[in-house]
């Protein structure tokens, strides 16, 4: 069994910064793909980044160049750096890790970007 808790949502204006932070209860180094999601009201959830166990990764469209994705070993943490965010970029984000073949998700963060 694996928990996953996001923290660092908030209220931020246009062309703001945020950080996610995604805690893991187990070590992450034997974790497969892990990544971020987002689901905006009355929209499907869709991904928004996700590193590979060999340190590769893939982004939306919409956020490239935008955000980037990264991880703490040690602190068994995965986090997801927002900048130049857009009211567009406002969703509940969820953090999701695979391990052994099982799908882990979090209860998600909400990011509300308004002015």
């Known amino acids: 069994q694996v928990q996953v808790v996001e923290s660092g949502g908030g209220l931020v204006q246009p062309g703001g910064s945020l950080r996610l932070s995604c805690a893991v209860s187990?070590?992450?180094?034997?974790?497969?793909?892990m990544g971020w999601y987002r689901q905006a009201p009355g929209k499907q959830r869709e991904l928004v980044a996700e590193?590979?166990?060999?340190?590769?990764?893939n982004f939306a469209d919409s956020v490239k160049g935008r955000f980037s994705i990264s991880r703490d070993n040690a602190k068994k943490t995965l986090y997801l750096q927002m900048n130049s965010l857009k009211p567009e970029d406002t969703a509940v984000y969820y953090c999701?890790?695979?391990?052994?073949?099982?799908?882990?998700w979090g209860q998600g963060t909400q990011v509300t970007v308004s002015s």
């Open positions: 590193l590979s166990p060999g340190g590769s990764t």
């Open positions: 187990r070590s992450i180094v034997s974790m497969d793909a």
């Open positions: 999701n890790v695979n391990f052994m073949g099982y799908l882990y």
